[in-house]
Structure formats: structure tokens, C-alpha cells
Nanobody, 120 residues
Framework: QQKLVESGGGLVQPGGSLRLSCAAS????????VAWFRQAPGKEREKISC????????YYSDSVKGRFTVSRDNAKNTAYLQMNSLKLEDTAVYYC?????????????WGQGTQVTVSS
């Protein structure tokens, strides 16, 4: 069974850090780009980052640029999202998804999501 599983979410104070993981099982992440999304209550889903399968090149939305870093470890079949300097407005459910390349708008596999809550 092919699936993605996110982990690493939790409760953190403003200014804190979290690292999210996106682990693939049943298939290899090596040939896929991995995108990260988030959705806050009452808001639309937002694409915040992506890492390509090769290079690897990366993409960040303006809302997270300079604070979040995406990476991947193909040997572990896992992608990561390091989130630093977290703000209250980063509170959301975070998802990872696979696609052929970062500019593409269609995704093959989605994780179940992990909750990130930034609160004092």
C-alpha cells in the first residue's frame, strides 16, 4: 500500500521551531517532487514549499520564505520541513504530497496531515 505519513507536529510557542517529516511507504520518493501545504481553519489550502526530485531545487511561498527549509533524504524515503521562527499565523494542519515536478498542480499521494499549533 502506497502512502505518505506526516509527523512532527505539535504545540510550540511563538519563535519556536518544529521539524515535520513526510515518510513514504510502498513506493520510492526519489523520483517525485514533494510539496508541503497547510490549511488553517476557515482558510483555503496554501502551498508553502516544494522540493524537486533532482538538483534539488526548492520553492517557498512568501509567507514562509526565510523561516522554513525543505529537504529530503532519499535513502530514508523521507522529506522534511524545518520550521523556525514560528508565528501565531503558522497554526494549521500541514500536509505533504508528491508530484512529478514542483510547478505541476496535480498530486499523486497525500499524507493525512499533522497539526501545528503556535500559541503562547
Amino acid at each position: 500500500q502506497q502512502k505518505l505519513v506526516e509527523s512532527g507536529g505539535g504545540l510550540v510557542q511563538p519563535g519556536g521551531s518544529l521539524r515535520l517529516s513526510c515518510a513514504a511507504s510502498g513506493f520510492s520518493l526519489a523520483n517525485s517532487a514533494v510539496a508541503w501545504f497547510r490549511q488553517a481553519p476557515g482558510k483555503e489550502r496554501e502551498k508553502i514549499s516544494c522540493i524537486s526530485s533532482s538538483d534539488p531545487s526548492t520553492y517557498y511561498s512568501d509567507s514562509v520564505k526565510g523561516r522554513f527549509t525543505v529537504s529530503r533524504d532519499n535513502a530514508k524515503n523521507t522529506a522534511y520541513l524545518q520550521m523556525n521562527s514560528l508565528k501565531l499565523e503558522d497554526t494549521a494542519v500541514y500536509y505533504c504530497a508528491t508530484t512529478w515536478f514542483c510547478a505541476r498542480g496535480t498530486y499523486e499521494y497525500w499524507g493525512q496531515g499533522t497539526q501545528v499549533t503556535v500559541s503562547s
